[in-house]
């Protein structure tokens, strides 16, 4: 008999006790312990419980989804699969790959033994991806890749990289694109990290350089990545709003903060008020969105722009954070010193708050969405959508 979702939730809460010890955050994990939390979770039955049975899931509605993301968000553990390979990459080879791949790379991904990145932008191409110039050029039996992506999260110990390669230049720039799974551990794969302002390096600088990748690693068909993307890119707002994985990129913040304003005397000031019901009101409709995200896709229903939606929402929510810790933990937020009183983590939330209207499509570009295809005013002119590729003057 399948569990009820009660019993699921509190079979979970009481694993993570056991094996997390009770008050733990895992946000400071090694990669290594979050490889084998994330198996040791998906071997207990935890993991994928929306997926179908046949790639390794469970097959219960997304109620259940719900229950885990509250239950591990709760414990900031952000496993080795969460976001890009579970939230983003699994379900664009669900979507868009063959029964092979399917069955090669699905399950490996929700437990946790491969991890995947995305190959996406370039120094040349963000929010326009349509113009990546990445080759990828067939030699016999392999395509052989050259080229440079950067801002490629999570590519450090990556088993896979999902990438957007140019495969014909004479065809207009949408029309002339593919993806390839890309093993990370290729000769000619050069992963180099970036540094951020918060002192982080969540992203890195890729150098192909003469990648030889087999030819049946194309995810879906020869120049239809443009289609492929659009699947992903949906996946990726989800992800990173409201929607199907443990930690949102937004955490739930309103409870510390809170905290910190009574404990510094300042919960009754108005402008400290404001904000605090600003950000509660923002997290509520997060939430929300959040929560028609999932009943779409219970129902197996077009997901359509509220992806776009709940990105807008979780930027705003991530700006609106960064003021209140300037608000309530003052100068200390914007030029922290070893001795004082306030946890540096209000700084750090400061300095990374702008990842959110930045990764996985700027708030600008999901306004567009929004603009076009929910207000339906009159879509962006794209003066270069009918010319060869080659033929579009470019930097270098
Ligand atoms: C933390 C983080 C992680 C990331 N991880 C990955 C990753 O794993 N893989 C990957 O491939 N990429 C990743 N990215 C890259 C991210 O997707 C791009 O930074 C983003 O899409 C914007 O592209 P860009 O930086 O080239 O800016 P640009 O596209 O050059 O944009 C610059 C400015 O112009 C505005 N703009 C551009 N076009 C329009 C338009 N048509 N209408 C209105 N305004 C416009 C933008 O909103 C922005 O303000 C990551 C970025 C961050 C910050």
């Not at 496993?79 to 490996?108: H, S």
Request: glycine fraction near 10%.
């Amino acid at each position: 008999m399948v569990e009820s979702v009660s019993e699921f939730g509190e079979r979970l809460r009481s694993w993570l006790e056991d094996n997390l010890g009770p008050g733990v955050e895992a946000t400071g994990w090694s990669a290594e312990d979050r490889r084998r939390t994330t198996q040791a979770m998906f071997d207990a039955g935890f993991i994928g419980t929306t997926w179908p049975v046949e790639y390794g899931g469970r097959g219960l509605s997304s109620e259940y989804q719900t229950e885990y993301n509250n239950a591990v968000g709760a414990r900031k553990a952000l496993l080795a699969n969460d976001q890009v390979t579970v939230g983003i990459c699994a379900p664009t080879v669900f979507d868009c790959g063959t029964e092979a791949q399917r069955q090669t790379y699905l399950q490996r991904m929700l437990r946790g033994d491969d991890s995947w990145t995305q190959l996406l932008s370039e120094p040349g191409a963000g929010s326009d991806l349509a113009g990546v110039t990445t080759r990828a050029v067939l030699d016999g039996d392999e395509w052989v890749v050259n080229g440079q992506k950067v801002w490629t999260s999570a590519a450090v110990g990556a088993t896979y990289g999902l990438a957007l390669v140019r495969t014909d230049s004479d065809l207009p720039k949408y029309a002339g694109i593919s993806t390839l799974i890309i093993p990370m551990d290729s000769p000619g794969v050069d992963v180099r990290p970036l540094k951020q302002m918060s002192g982080d390096s969540d992203f890195n600088e890729v150098f192909l350089d003469n990648v030889r990748v087999p030819k049946d690693n194309l995810l879906g068909e020869l120049n239809d990545g443009w289609a492929v993307l659009g699947k992903m890119l949906t996946h990726e707002r989800i992800a990173l709003s409201a929607g199907t994985i443990s930690s949102s990129m937004v955490s739930d913040e309103f409870d510390a903060l809170l905290a910190l304003a009574q404990a510094r005397g300042v919960v009754n000031r108005p402008d400290v008020r404001h904000v605090l019901s600003e950000i509660y009101m923002q997290q509520k409709l997060l939430d929300f969105t959040g929560i028609r995200m999932r009943r779409a896709l219970d129902a197996k229903a077009p997901m359509g722009p509220v992806g776009s939606i709940g990105k807008i929402g979780a930027a705003k929510l991530a700006r609106l954070t960064g003021e209140a810790n300037i608000l309530i933990g003052g100068e200390s937020t914007v030029a922290w010193r070893e001795t004082d009183s306030l946890s540096p983590k209000h700084a750090r939330a400061l300095l990374r708050f702008p990842i959110v209207g930045i990764a996985g499509g700027t708030t600008e570009i999901q306004k567009n969405v929004v603009a076009e295809r929910v207000l339906g005013l009159p879509r962006e002119r794209r003066a270069d959508r009918d010319t060869p590729f080659r033929d579009i003057p470019k930097n270098r």
